[in-house]
């Protein structure tokens, strides 16, 4: 018994300190209109946009910024889109829901706000999911943070950081 309370009290410190020692980074994306917080641990990766016709300049392009862990567990996407087809943001919410919970995600947790909305829980592969979503007047922006269900105690904190100091549309940056 003492042996499994001296294990449980280093594995503890084990996390705390992993935790502690994670630092922040700070990137701004001017185009997209946005600036994040985001654990030093992940690293920005490579993204083609997408466009139609490949016409950068389109307003219907998507611009995504993706951020992970060097194993790829734990990501950061960030994604803008113009809002083409008028949606309100209830039906961003709706359709957002149920994609997800068709697909076999479990929701812990959702709420609409007016202009922006949070969706999170466990998805089908049993990795944690937290989403927000900001929806302006032609365009909206969200992100979407996932990582493994056994490293909740690390990143659950992380997402709460993220959520509370994430910038969508800075004044003046945005082009679309």
């Known amino acids: 018994m003492k042996l499994k309370i001296t294990t449980l009290i ?3 410190a084990g996390m705390i300190t992993a935790h502690a020692q994670t630092g922040w980074n700070t990137y701004t994306n001017t185009v ?3 600036r994040v917080s985001y654990p030093s641990n992940l690293t920005r990766t490579p993204y083609k946009e997408w466009a139609p016709n490949g016409d950068p300049s389109s307003p219907e392009q998507w611009r995504t910024t993706i951020f992970a862990s060097p ?3 734990v990501t950061l ?3 803008t889109h113009p809002n083409s ?5 209830q039906d961003f919410f709706h359709e957002d829901v149920a994609r997800r919970t068709e697909g076999g995600d479990e929701i812990n947790y959702s709420v609409l706000k007016n202009g922006w909305f949070v969706v999170s829980g466990t998805n089908a592969k049993g990795f944690e999911f937290y989403e927000k979503f900001f929806l302006f007047d032609e365009w909206w922006i969200n992100f979407d943070f ?3 269900s056994a490293q909740r105690a690390t990143y659950d904190p992380m997402v709460a950081k993220i ?3 994430f910038v969508p549309n800075l004044p ?3 082009e679309h």
């Open 146 to 148: 996932v990582y493994p």
């Open 71 to 73: 194993d790829k567990k």
């Open 32 to 34: 997209a209109g946005f």
């Open 77 to 79: 996407e960030i994604s």
């Open 163 to 165: 959520a509370k100091y």
């Open 172 to 174: 003046g940056e945005h």
């Open 10 to 12: 280093f594995t503890a």
């Open 85 to 89: 087809l008028q949606k309100h943001l």
